[in-house]
């Protein structure tokens, strides 16, 4: 159909594409595999735990002077 109909009036125009093309569907997926990647590192750095197995509690503490 065209944008105009025999008395210059606009009419109905009709579109062969849909709503989600090839690039819109490209950047959803590629977005949610940022987002589980990120997810995934998040969690892996909430789950690291440190060695305090030789640690001496009647010992000294470490002392780095910066200045």
Do not use: C, H
Not at 14 to 28: A, N, Q, R
Not at 33 to 56: E, G, H
């Amino acid at each position: 159909m065209e944008a105009f109909s025999q008395n210059n009036v606009f009419g109905g125009v009709v579109s062969d594409v849909g709503f989600f093309t090839i690039p819109i569907w490209t950047g959803l997926l590629l977005m949610v595999i940022v987002i589980v990647m990120l997810v995934f590192a998040i969690d892996m750095t909430y789950s690291i735990q440190t060695m305090d197995r030789f640690d001496d509690p009647k010992a000294k503490n470490l002392e780095i002077n910066t200045m």
